[in-house]
């Protein structure tokens, strides 16, 4: 059963392109994590501050190694200063 991961970032303007610049390395290197499906961010077009990752993963356990994955647990940690507010995570198991 697949999972989609739905991270929207609230990112403060002076810091858009830090945060652009840091999570192109960690898509790089997640796209070639086994179980990775699809990995990649959005941009609102109504409204540029917000930048959302959506994911998608063969199942939990892919989820979950790609939290304690090298290049997560260094990229990660670095945006988080690039935050107006706190990150909304959804995460979705697929039914139909």
Known sequence: MTIKVVA???????????????SKKLVKETLKEEG?????????SKDPLVLTMIEEWEDNNC?????????????????????????????YN???
Do not use: M, W
């Open 8 to 22: 929207k970032h609230y990112v403060k303007p002076e810091k858009v392109e830090d945060y652009i610049g840091l």
């Open 36 to 44: 990775c499906i699809e990995y990649g961010l959005y941009q609102d």
């Open 63 to 91: 989820l979950e190694r790609h939290f304690d994955s090298a290049h997560f647990k260094e990229i990660v940690p670095l945006t988080t200063e690039c935050f107006e507010k706190e990150v909304e995570i959804n995460i």
């Open 94 to 96: 697929k039914i139909v």
